[in-house]
């Protein structure tokens, strides 16, 4: 089984994939269980985000680049991780998936939802998530939860950015490929009452 975590910066899903992993791991124990993020979790993609994350770069890299960069990065994990993982019985657990590219190269990069399919279709293959939790917050409150940010390029973009990725989400949830495995759950709350509305919705048994 494959659950993705989406959602803005600021809305929680790398916590809420971290607490979900860790439930999944004490629950069934004797199960593979893994956490990955895109992109990164391979020596190969981390150099990758390295590379299409740095500030250093932000002003020449091309927005098609940046689109092929994560594309590449995503690849080697799916292939090599992902896929070998879900084949043996596994859950793998991620924080992001080609579903940012939709939402933030796609949309608020501009470069259009097909386009980013088009550059997804080999890197992904037939890996697609079995669940996606798209973690919901509003532009206004990603932006202030990351104000203060001293992270990658993308935590300083600003409010026409964050809209455009928005958008780019409530368009990739009505694609035929996503739309029975989205859920959207709202962030607001403690930690813990946003990952009660995960297991509300998470299959008894997996």
Known sequence: MYIVFEGMVGSGKST???KLFEYLKAKYPTRNII??????STIIAQEIRLLAQSRVFEEDMHHLTEAYLYAAARAQLLNTVV?????????????????SSLANQGEARGLGLDIIMNINKEAVGNVLPDMVFCMHIDVDESLTRTSDATGDKFEKLGREFYEGVQRGYEKASKLPILEKAWRTIDSHGTQDQVFAKILNVLPENM
């Open 35 to 40: 956490h990955v993020r895109e992109p990164g």
């Open 16 to 18: 809420q994939s971290k």
């Open 83 to 99: 896929k070998p993982t879900i084949e043996a019985g596994g859950i793998v657990v991620a924080d992001r998936s080609f579903v």
